[in-house]
């Protein structure tokens, strides 16, 4: 290794530290003006094609005219050069090894040597990039899970894909603002102890639907952005590919992996609201160490207020060390490591008076500012290996070793309206509900004044470990039997996880004032232990996923898996209350089937069916309350058809669905202390959705949904009155008394949701963007309705008003600014919330979580 050599890689290595980007940016280089090579030192390419069927390669890294007669052999496409006589002679290409469509396969081919294609009609058009081809980092037909067989035009599901370039245009920094580009995801609240990303995919939770480059990303925190290559939603049941769980859909994190070329990526980023953010994506070849390896670090320290909220704080860090070897050969192997620290000021917003948010001043904050906090250390790694046999098989296997901490104490303001009940006697024959502020938890009519109501301050302290031990391994094989191709894909995975939560039980609960909380308080409360459970479970699943093709306009697909989840239970003894211990072992198959028709190469109409389960002990929350009940069982029905229009640089698709989930969980009313499966909640809709990465930085990504959440069938009693219930009574065995809730509307479900994101050139080289997001109106929850009392004295019970917590729909826009200071710095303005929208970002029956008013971020992104 020379001197020269040893520079560049101390220098590369170098700029980890914060504070070198904007010196290292302001250095102008003339050899780094060639328009054909991106920002991040990538090949331009066009979005892959999404009719291009998968095929193999096998191609390894050599001279680039050498690469592309053998592309040709094995793709069936012919390529056409337009470089002048003898320069193809001084491309390298570094090959391509594994199964991809062809234009995919092309432009990993090309990456790394400047050059651009245009595929159409099977001709390749190979050149030096035009002023105004698009960049792609990722692309929008494909997805790098192993579970699919398919570029996504011709997969029979509804997945969306939230690639990098538009993260990055949106300047997104969570998982969760990622996501507000999908149509059909509502954010919610944490629950309890809870703490961390938890979403409604299609109206039902995926709070344990999360993965990480397709396995289960098991823990409870707020996910950071600055290691992701793409976001994947897959909506609708998956078990068939994913296991448990998957009601509504999954989520999965696609991250950054070592790429056979070198780069620097970085950003800084300040804001109104305090924000401080640098972030930096290096990545080097080992070529000068050990052939076809190579090494890419991701890291990221963040801190910020929230805009409009007082004291509320986030502070994170994260690293992301990737090592790669193989590169382009048969054999490869990839080795990551995850870390993300959290130790931020939590916040659970406002609460309700009655059905609404309390009227009080939106920056409000109601809890402790020194003494909540919220702390995560998750920690993941991740060996992959995977071996090509031939063209005609791929074996990969992955073992993940994830280890999750937290920490957290939270305060949840609580209006307390719920009166008391009264049930009638000889001497009073008619039942009363009485909201007295004096009692021992005050109650306060709807009347009241704010001025004279105190806020309960209900602390949720929670002390746990999750951990995953898990190995996949999968084949992923292609075959030809005379006409008709088969592509199919065999999973075999499995392993441990476990929980491990210690509780805090508060002496009292503390209140504070309804306008002027006071969050510099100390907290006088002392606190004692409460229940320390361990649950574990061991778990595995084999699956078999096939597609059949007859021909280039008709595809088979079908799949089945079966489920092994066995989970225990213990809870230590706490003072007088007895140890407890639970098991359950659940043994469940699920299907999947579908059938897609082609009209034209480029689109396809499809009709799927799919089935998924959730055990009682999915999350790991088995008790001997849940324990004996079986899983509850969901299916869809799906229609839909997607297009690649625009040579293939805009996807659009739309579908309608049903989904029915059977065995819902449900307290009894005649005994409050049993849980029963006899529950039906059905949700049915339409989706409709487009991704576009076009000339002159036209990209979009536009979605809509419409949701119809019901409760189709339920024994539970959704009356506020349901204390005074008595079965069969004619006075208290009806309504008001007892309220049965089928028919309404699942909770978080919105009707109507939708987003909306475009960016174009403008004059004088600046790029804008605009966009915003619909959020339909919400009730807090399906199966509970609240009593609104509105007076302090004794009322009948018939004349009190009852309704829903309910949040009200919203609006939110924003807009980005972005040129070009030299080749290697870029300027960019994020305004978020244009209009200082007031809304409720996430729900929870309890409390309501505001999102962030206006706030503008100024960054400079450096690309080397």
């Known amino acids: 290794m020379t001197a020269s050599d040893k520079n560049l890689l101390g220098g590369r290595l170098g700029w980890l530290a914060m504070g070198a980007f904007a010196a290292y940016a302001a250095m102008g280089s003339s050899d780094l003006a060639m328009a054909a090579v991106t920002k991040d030192g990538g090949v331009a390419a066009l979005p892959p094609g999404a009719g291009a069927a998968v095929k193999q390669f096998n191609i390894q890294a050599g001279p680039l005219d050498e690469a592309i007669a053998a592309y040709e052999q094995a793709s069936g496409v012919k390529v056409k050069l337009t470089l002048p006589n003898g320069t193809i002679g001084g491309f390298k290409s570094q090959g391509v090894v594994g ?3 062809s234009d995919e396969a092309l432009r990993l081919l090309l990456d790394g040597t400047g050059l651009s294609f245009q595929l159409e009609n099977n001709v390749a058009v190979v050149g030096v990039q035009a002023k105004d081809t698009v960049s792609v980092t990722s692309s929008l037909n494909t997805v790098a899970l192993t579970q699919f067989t398919e570029p996504l035009t011709d997969t029979a599901q509804t997945v969306n894909v939230v690639p990098q370039f538009i993260m990055q245009e949106q300047a997104v920094t969570t998982l969760r603002d990622s996501l507000r580009n999908v149509p059909g995801i509502s954010i919610a609240a944490g629950e309890g102890g809870n703490q961390g990303d938890n979403l409604t995919i299609r109206g039902f939770s995926a709070r344990s639907d999360i993965y990480l480059d397709g ?13 992701y290559d793409a976001i994947e939603v897959l909506q609708g049941p998956a078990s068939v590919q994913f296991g448990r769980g998957s009601t509504g859909g999954v989520v999965n994190q696609e991250s950054k992996t ?34 076809n390896a190579a090494f890419r670090m991701n890291v990221v320290g963040s801190q910020n207020m929230v805009a409009q909220r007082n004291v509320a704080e986030t502070r994170r860090f994260g690293i992301a060390p990737s090592l790669a070897f193989g590169l382009g050969k048969p054999t490869r192997a990839t080795i990551s490591y995850l870390h993300e620290n959290e130790d931020s000021t939590p916040d659970y917003g406002l609460p ?4 609404k948010v309390a009227p009080v001043d939106r920056k409000n904050y109601y809890g402790y500012a020194r003494q909540n906090y919220l702390r995560t250390n998750p920690d993941v790694v991740t060996g992959k290996v995977e071996h090509d046999f031939g063209s005609s098989l791929t074996l990969r296997s992955t073992l993940r070793w994830g280890n999750y901490p937290r920490d957290i104490n939270v305060t949840e303001p609580v209006i307390t309206s719920a009166p008391v009940l009264t049930a009638a006697t000889t001497a009073a024959p008619v039942a009363t509900a009485t909201c007295s502020s004096t009692a021992a938890t005050p109650c306060y009519s709807l009347n009241t004044s704010l001025s004279q109501i105190q806020v309960r301050q209900q602390l949720i302290p929670v002390k746990s470990v999750e951990d995953i031990l898990w190995e996949q391994t999968s084949a992923v094989g292609h075959v030809k039997l005379g006409s008709l191709e088969n592509n199919f894909v065999v999973m075999v995975e499995g392993g441990r996880e476990r929980s491990r939560p210690q509780r805090l039980v508060y002496a009292s ?10 969050p510099e308080l100390p907290l006088a409360v002392g606190a004692t232990l409460g229940a320390k459970t361990w649950v574990s479970s061991q778990s595995y699943g084999v699956s078999f996923m096939d597609t059949l093709k007859p021909t280039w306009w008709l595809l088979f697909s079908g799949g089945l898996r079966f489920d092994y989840f066995n989970s225990q239970s213990n809870t230590a003894a706490i003072g007088t209350t007895a140890a407890l211990a639970a098991n359950r072992l659940d043994k469940k198959p699920t299907y999947r089937a579908a059938v897609v028709v082609k009209p034209r190469r480029n689109g396809s109409v499809y009709f799927d069916y799919g089935t998924s389960f959730n055990p009682s002990a999915e999350s790991l929350s088995l008790t001997a309350n849940n324990a004996a009940l079986p899983p509850q069982t969901n299916e869809t029905y799906e229609v839909g058809t997607k297009w690649d229009l625009v040579h293939d640089r805009l996807n659009i698709n739309g579908a309608y669905f049903r989904t029915n989930k059977a065995n819902v969980y449900e307290t009894d009313p005649n005994n409050t202390l049993n849980v029963i499966p006899v529950g039906n909640q059905r949700v049915q809709g339409l989706q409709v959705g487009a991704i576009g990465h076009m000339p002159q930085h036209f990209d979009l990504i536009v979605g809509y949904a419409y949701l119809d959440g019901t409760v189709t069938n339920s024994i539970v009693n959704a009356s506020p009155f349901a204390a005074l219930y008595k079965a069969n009574d004619p006075i208290y065995g009806q309504a008001p008394y007892f309220i049965n809730p089928t028919g309404f509307p699942l909770a978080n479900v919105p009707k109507n949701s939708g987003n909306v ?6 004059l004088w080289r600046f790029v804008g963007g605009f966009g915003g997001n619909y959020t339909g109106p919400r009730r807090a929850s399906s199966t509970a309705l609240v009593a609104l009392p509105q007076t302090s004295a004794p009322t009948p019970i018939a004349n009190v008003p009852i309704g829903f917590k309910a949040i009200e729909g919203y609006w939110v826009f924003s807009a980005m600014l972005r040129r070009p200071i030299n080749d290697r710095l870029d300027f960019q303005a994020n305004l978020i919330n244009l209009a200082n929208k007031f809304y409720i970002d996430a729900p929870h029956p309890n409390h309501l979580i505001p999102g962030e008013g206006f706030n503008a971020q100024f960054g400079l992104n450096l690309h080397f």
């Open 99 to 101: 199964s991809y469509a």
């Open 215 to 227: 396995i289960r990303d098991f823990g409870s925190y707020y996910r950071d952005a600055f290691d």
């Open 258 to 291: 070592p790429r056979g070329k070198e780069f620097v990526n970085g950003t800084i980023q300040l804001g109104t609201n305090q924000m401080r953010r640098v972030s930096a994506d290096v990545n080097e070849p080992l070529t000068n160490f050990v052939p």
């Open 352 to 355: 309700y008076f009655g059905i």
């Open 509 to 518: 609960v503390p209140m504070t004032s309804a306008l002027n909380p006071n």
């Open 757 to 762: 994101w475009v960016t174009h050139d403008l």
